[in-house]
């Protein structure tokens, strides 16, 4: 187990009548537990919140008049490893879920269609199971290059394999469209998780559904995974996206602070989780 404090500091500049839609509080589930948490939004603005049934993915959506906008997020959260049995199999097409079924699917910006060919030459002859999703996962970190600036939100995974350069969010597409293109359901998954090269910020990995059971993976190789932080899962990164905003808004300032704790430090009160929180965005 490894107790994390996370903290999103967001500021914006509302030029015009704005309604926002925010996914960027830790998630509820098997693999982690909210400790304590605190959400603030300017004042004068009447939130709404709520999970979606079938990701989990927690939002809370509010109109927004002109003028200079905060909103702070933080939280305590213990994250529990899941094990993973790298025998597991990969399931056949008819043996998946109908929950996970659309996994498969090609969407916006993972198009397994186009990249199917590649990806049947390049490991189609492998054994199928988690190994198979490693080689992958290696393929991307060795291949693709880490850099910041060189995308954007309209970057797909076809352009990445073409380009060879990306970020986070795009390593995770191209690891997903590349399980899909070999009938491996995958979804992205993102969070707050601690790495040496700051700044820090939101982190995007990627699930594979293998044997019955979601194994996650990072080919950025940028963070542990056992450490991830959850705030949300979904088809690609349109689904959790951390802000959405329909009207006229410059962002004046995006924080993001993490800041890991060793298990024993698991905060038993609630003085002690206010604490925490105060070392977590100093």
Not at 181 to 200: C, H, K, M, S, T
Not at 215 to 225: I, T
Request: aromatic share 10%; glycine share 6%; hydrophobic share 40%.
């Amino acid at each position: 187990m490894h107790l994390s404090t996370v903290e999103t500091v967001l500021e914006y500049q509302v030029k015009a009548p704005t309604h926002f839609c925010f996914n960027i509080e830790a998630a509820n589930g098997p693999t982690q537990k909210i400790v304590s948490e605190r959400l603030a939004v300017s004042s004068g603005v009447a939130m709404h919140s709520f999970t979606d049934a079938v990701s989990g993915n927690r939002f809370f959506r509010f109109d927004a008049s002109p003028g200079p906008l905060l909103v702070n997020y933080s939280a305590d959260v213990e994250v529990y490893s899941e094990h993973v049995d790298e025998q597991r199999p990969e399931s056949a097409v008819g043996e998946v879920p109908d929950a996970i079924f659309h996994y498969l699917m090609p969407t916006r910006y993972c198009e397994s269609d186009v990249l199917a060919s590649a990806a049947q030459q390049m490991f189609g002859n492998e054994a199928p199971g988690i190994a198979r999703v490693r080689k992958i996962v290696k393929w991307i970190h060795d291949s693709i290059v880490y850099k910041p600036g060189s995308t954007n939100s309209t970057t797909t995974a076809q352009e990445v394999f073409v380009q060879r350069t990306g970020v986070c969010r795009d390593f995770a597409h191209l690891g997903i469209t590349l399980c899909r293109a070999l009938n491996i359901p995958a979804r992205i998954v993102v969070g707050y998780v601690w790495f040496d090269e700051p700044p820090q910020d939101f982190h995007a990995t990627f699930e594979a559904w293998i044997g019955g059971q979601w194994v996650l993976f990072d080919p950025s190789g940028m963070a542990p995974v056992d450490r991830l932080v959850r705030i949300g899962t979904g088809r690609d990164a349109k689904d959790v996206a951390f802000s959405t905003f329909f009207g006229a808004v410059e962002m004046t300032r995006k924080e993001v602070n993490v800041l890991e704790h060793e298990p024993r430090k698991a905060a038993s009160s609630g003085k002690a989780a206010v604490e925490l929180a105060a070392v977590g965005s100093a």
